[in-house]
């Protein structure tokens, strides 16, 4: 996001969880904060004075921080926030009004319960709302405590997501793409375009993220989680900003201004389609705790960079890789050999 705002012309400030080489490099300021899952209130006001210095801006959010979105009704004077409103976010990120909402638009969605199941505990899925990725997506069978989150019905099918803008009354797609997952985990692996589906399911897609812009309110560049077999497609969360799959469009760099144009009510009338090409965004994690080397030689296609010296816990994301190639098949063959390139970046913690 902070690379699209750049090229769109606007001078960036970022605060961010990692402040990757990427970031930095095009932040004219930035700030390291707490992870997600430990950032507080304080934080987030430190961050954002710090940041801002008390000088004019406006305030766009990302990943993760929308768990904090109450917040955004009591920023300084001197900040103006761009996004969507607390009762917008609130019904999209809570579980109990999303999914009655989909309910009452007749949508539809994945069985969901917010007491333990009693029994046959492997049909079901625990999803902890604070997380994104699936970083805290688990088996029930796996559960010992809950505190912010709910219990999904399994199903079968493709993983996919949707890339849109709206303005609040429609929604304009501008990619479809194929999810993978870690093999025997739900955290995201892959982002795969473009992602082929019949006209029958695309309409019936487009039709419902129509039915939730107008019924939510929601504007800007936005995502889409569902499963899918055939023709059938059952729904699994929003995402009400900028989301990973924005760096496989062609548009990167019209996207930050089409994300404020569309909160200001207006959405391109045309775009471009989908390239013919293959596109694949790729997370790599460290397979065990590592430290990035002194003087390390990425591949182009790697983004999301960590300096020399980070520390990197097994697990953790290391970087991206965005490959294109005239095939999927072309774009795995690839990413084994950049898998190889990134790994020599990094040198075990003992």
């Known amino acids: 996001m902070a690379e699209s705002a750049t090229l769109a012309g606007y001078s960036v400030w970022v605060a961010d969880c990692f402040c990757d080489s990427d970031t930095v490099a095009v932040a004219q300021r930035h700030l390291t904060i707490p992870s997600l899952s430990t950032l507080t209130s304080t934080d987030f006001f430190a961050a954002i004075d710090t940041l801002s210095r008390g000088e004019p801006c406006q305030l766009v959010i990302g990943t993760g921080i929308e768990q904090l979105y109450p917040l955004i009704e009591l920023l300084p004077a001197n900040i103006l926030y761009l996004g969507n409103t607390v009762q917008t ?114 309409q019936q897609l487009q039709k419902a993220i129509n039915s939730i812009t107008q019924a939510t309110k929601l504007k800007g560049l ?78 182009e296609s790697c983004h999301d960079l960590p300096a020399a010296g980070s520390y990197i816990q097994q697990g953790s994301p290391v970087c991206t890789i965005i490959i294109e190639a005239e095939t999927h098949a072309d774009c795995q063959q690839a990413l084994q050999k950049q898998h190889l390139l990134v790994q020599q970046n990094l040198c075990i913690d003992s």
């Open 222 to 299: 936005c995502s889409l989680d569902f499963i899918f077999a055939d023709n059938a497609f059952s729904i699994l969360e929003i995402n009400p900003r900028f989301s990973a799959s924005a760096e496989l469009t062609t548009h990167h760099a019209q996207l930050f201004q089409w994300h404020l144009n569309a909160l200001n009510g207006e959405i391109p009338t045309n775009t471009t389609n989908l390239p013919h090409s293959a596109r694949l965004l790729a997370f790599f994690y460290a397979e065990q705790n590592s430290v990035v080397i002194d003087h390390p030689v990425w591949p």
């Open 89 to 202: 976010l609130s019904l999209l990120r809570q579980a109990k009004p999303f999914f009655g909402l989909l309910d009452s638009l007749k949508l539809p969605h994945p069985a969901i319960r917010f007491e333990q199941p009693v029994s046959n505990h492997a049909a079901w899925l625990y999803k902890d709302l604070s997380g994104y990725g699936g970083q805290t997506i688990q088996s029930a069978l796996t559960v010992s405590e809950t505190t912010n989150g709910y219990y999904q019905g399994f199903i079968s099918g493709q993983s996919a997501s949707i890339l849109f803008l709206a303005n609040g009354e429609h929604a304009h797609v501008l990619g479809y793409n194929r999810l993978i997952n870690v093999k025997n985990q739900f955290r995201l692996a892959e982002i795969r375009t473009p992602l082929n589906l019949s006209n029958q399911l695309e």
